[in-house]
Nanobody, 125 residues
Framework: EVQLQASGGGLVEAGGSLTLSCAAS????????IGWFRQAPGRERAGVAC????????YYVDSLKGRFTMSADNTTNTVYLRLNNLKPEDTAVYYC??????????????????WGQGTLVTVSS
């Protein structure tokens, strides 16, 4: 059974940083795309960063490149998302997701099959 457990959210002041974690189980990392997504209040869920199936590269949405960094630890089946220089518009519920289909940059699309429960990041101005 595929399971994803996101954690690490919280309240942070603008300009601050957070590191989110996603503990994954029930699948082999290389056989799945895995990514981070976020849903701000009143907006649709959108991709943040991901690693495609059978892919060593990490893909980012252009607007977040340079501030957010995704990494993966294959030994512990955990992925991380480091959020730097946070802005109030980064306030959202952040989700990790996985899917056995998406390759390359298509993993940024919010159509993954498996989703974690989300962790709330609130950035105060």
């Amino acid at each position: 059974e595929v399971q994803l457990q996101a954690s690490g959210g919280g309240l942070v002041e603008a300009g601050g940083s957070l590191t989110l974690s996603c503990a994954a189980s029930g699948f082999t990392f290389d056989d799945y795309a895995i990514g981070w997504f976020r849903q701000a209040p009143g907006r649709e869920r959108a991709g943040v960063a991901c690693i495609g199936k059978h892919d060593a590269r990490t893909y980012y949405v252009d607007s977040l490149k340079g501030r957010f960094t995704m990494s993966a630890d294959n030994t512990t089946n955990t992925v991380y998302l480091r959020l730097n220089n946070l802005k109030p518009e980064d306030t959202a519920v952040y989700y990790c997701a996985a899917d056995p289909f998406w390759i390359g940059e298509t993993c940024l699309g919010p159509l993954h099959h498996y989703w974690g429960q989300g962790t709330l990041v609130t950035v105060s101005s």
